[in-house]
């Protein structure tokens, strides 16, 4: 199964706002409204941030958010702080495979 | 709360089989499938497949398909994945996860580091 695409790494400073894209195809990403968002942190468990393109799970700062466009779908991340600083992956249905499918990661850094 | 816990790590050699348990508490595990995802060293996220918490449906990853099994115990609420015929590059940290309708996951089980070597 093919990885959706994902930049490879992005940076902010504190206070800004940064996106993340996820590029899949119509049998993903652009077929379903299931796309999920994960933060990362190096040694721990991953973590939900957003579920079903831009649904925000209960106790994830309104700071996240998703959205899709497309094939496209992204997550932003508005008012940076030194704690988003983790790796974030996307993650969709596939109607080709009828599983689902993680991103490459994004390792964002915030600088 | 929501808690996924998983068994400890594994040394396993290659054609060797292993088995990571993960029980959850907290909700109603009948209610939500379990995934099983895996994170190989300086790799991303890789999506093993899932089993339904309420009957026997899983839906397997085609790169693992004869290699795996999922199997859930509903009382325990305990679910379990078997790979077998290790290889090194099966050196991973397994993951699980609760799996949503929408296949969103969450929360995680603290992962199991599961090393393949002669």
């Known amino acids: 199964q093919s990885a959706l695409t994902q930049p490879r790494s992005v940076s902010g400073s504190p206070g800004q706002s940064v996106t993340i894209s996820c590029t899949g195809s119509s049998s993903d990403v652009g077929g379903y409204y299931y796309v999920s968002w994960y933060q990362h942190h190096p040694g721990k468990a991953p973590k939900l941030m957003i579920y079903?393109?831009?649904q925000r799970p209960s106790g994830v700062p309104d700071r996240f958010s998703g959205s899709k466009s497309g094939n496209t779908a992204s997550l932003t991340i508005s008012g940076l702080q030194a704690e988003d600083e983790a790796d974030y992956y996307c993650c969709s249905y596939s109607g080709t495979y009828s599983n689902a499918v993680f991103g490459g990661g994004t390792k964002l850094a915030v600088l | 709360q929501v808690q996924l816990v998983q068994s400890g790590a594994e040394v396993k050699k290659p054609g060797a089989s292993v088995r990571v348990s993960c029980k959850a508490s907290?909700?109603?595990?009948?209610?939500?499938?379990i995934s099983w995802v895996r994170q190989a060293p300086g790799q991303g996220l890789e999506w093993m497949g899932w089993?339904?918490?309420?009957?026997?449906?899983?839906n397997y990853a085609q790169k693992l398909q004869g290699r795996v099994t999922m199997t859930t115990d509903t009382s325990s609420s305990t679910a379990y994945m078997e790979l077998r015929s290790l290889r090194s590059d099966d050196t991973a940290v397994y993951y699980c996860?609760?799996?949503?309708?929408?296949?969103?996951?969450?929360?995680w089980g603290q992962g199991t580091l599961v090393i393949v070597s002669s």
């Open positions: 089993i339904s918490g309420h009957n026997d449906n899983a």
């Open positions: 996860a609760r799996r949503g309708g929408g296949y969103w996951l969450g929360p």
């Open positions: 907290g909700y109603t595990f009948t209610s939500y499938g």
């Open positions: 079903d393109v831009n």
